[in-house]
């Protein structure tokens, strides 16, 4: 059974840090992307960032970029993101996901979900 075990979400001050992890099990890690989506309240699920098999191919969502940094680790299973500089704005629940489609910005495109950490940045 594939699962997606996230920590590292609290409450932090604007311009402050986070760094969120997540450790997966149940499934080949080296053989998938992985991505990490955020969900505020009252908004669609929303692309974050994409790391490949490799992490050779790395792609950021435009509000996040040069702030966060996604990376992952294969021989502890777990996919990081680095969170800099964060903004009131940035208050959501994150999610990681392993992707078995080909869409990398899609959720849809993600089957294998964790269970969300929230991440509150206050003014």
């Known amino acids: 059974q594939v699962q997606l075990v996230e920590s590292g979400g609290g409450l932090v001050q604007a311009g402050g840090s986070l760094r969120l992890s997540c450790i997966a099990s149940?499934?080949?890690?080296?053989?998938?992307?992985m991505g990490w989506f955020r969900q505020a309240p009252g908004k669609e699920r929303a692309f974050v960032a994409h790391?490949?098999?490799?992490?050779?191919?790395?792609n950021y969502a435009s509000f996040v970029k040069g702030r966060f940094t996604i990376s992952r680790d294969t021989v502890k299973n777990t996919v990081y993101l680095q969170m800099n500089s964060l903004k009131p704005e940035d208050t959501a629940v994150y999610y990681c996901?392993?992707?078995?489609?080909?869409?990398?910005?899609?959720?849809?495109?993600?089957?294998?979900w964790g269970q969300g950490t929230q991440v509150t940045v206050s003014s």
């Open positions: 996901a392993a992707l078995t489609g080909v869409r990398v910005t899609r959720s849809n495109d993600y089957n294998y």
């Open positions: 790391i490949s098999k490799s992490g050779g191919s790395i």
């Open positions: 149940g499934l080949t890690f080296r053989t998938y992307d």
